[in-house]
């Protein structure tokens, strides 16, 4: 199993221009998320996806729009790219959201710069 | 879910027990502890959870105290591979709440 993945590993971006960061996992995993996380901070939910078709937002979710149109993936797009998007950004799936169990499966992240 | 505090950084020897604290003091009672670490700015990596009984795994052990209000994760042999960030989050497993990070523990691992 690859796991999680993400594309591209390092991205550049002007201010305003727009661009959809990739995930997949072949896991089969129903639960599904993405984080941010600046320097020296812990991890900040942007939006999560319980299934298919499925999404809701997280702690800090505006700039960004997800879809979920299949289990294996869950792209995340900056809608107009500002510099206090610039960060490091981590994709995560998991079985389930509920139960005991809980074990998050991450991604290498994005590492993403917006000037 | 309730908050957690642990420690800015810590060093330790390597081949020693590396022991990261954490308090928890508002866990309610279904609240699991979970521990995850960061290395090197990768994605983070599960370590271990537990409820109220001590817990241990291929990775490391976890010691809850009886009163649920704090607990440590032990590594028992810690080798140079083991610097990293350890994270200490509790959460209601049977609710939809999400993971809340914090800073986490800024382990040093030293020859």
């Known amino acids: 199993n690859a796991g999680v993945t993400q594309t591209p590993k390092f991205q550049v971006l002007k201010t305003g221009q727009s661009m959809t960061l990739q995930c997949a996992q072949d896991?089969?995993?129903?639960?599904m998320s993405w984080y941010r996380q600046d320097p020296g901070m812990g991890l900040r939910l942007i939006h999560y996806s319980v299934g298919a078709g499925i999404t809701d937002q997280g702690e800090v979710p505006n700039g960004y729009n997800v879809s979920r149109s299949t289990t294996e993936d869950f792209p995340l797009r900056l809608l107009s790219a500002a510099p206090s998007q610039t960060s490091v950004y981590f994709c995560?799936?998991?079985?389930?959201?509920?139960?005991?169990?809980?074990?998050?499966?991450f991604g290498p992240g994005t590492r993403l710069t917006v000037t | 879910d309730a908050k957690t505090t642990q420690p800015t950084s810590m060093d330790c020897a390597e081949g020693r027990a590396a022991n990261l604290p954490c308090n928890h003091s508002t866990i309610s009672g279904n609240e699991y502890v979970y521990w995850y670490r960061q290395i090197h700015s990768q994605g983070p990596q599960y370590i271990i959870h537990g409820l109220k009984n001590n817990e241990t795994n291929e990775m490391a052990s976890l010691i809850i105290t009886e009163d649920r209000k704090s607990s440590t994760l032990i590594l028992p042999h810690a080798t140079l591979r083991d610097t990293a960030v350890y994270y200490c989050i509790v959460r209601d497993p049977y609710s939809n709440y999400q993971l809340i990070w914090g800073a986490g523990t800024k382990l040093i691992i030293k020859p």
């Open positions: 995560a799936s998991s079985y389930s959201l509920r139960g005991s169990t809980y074990e998050q499966y």
């Open positions: 896991m089969n995993h129903e639960y």
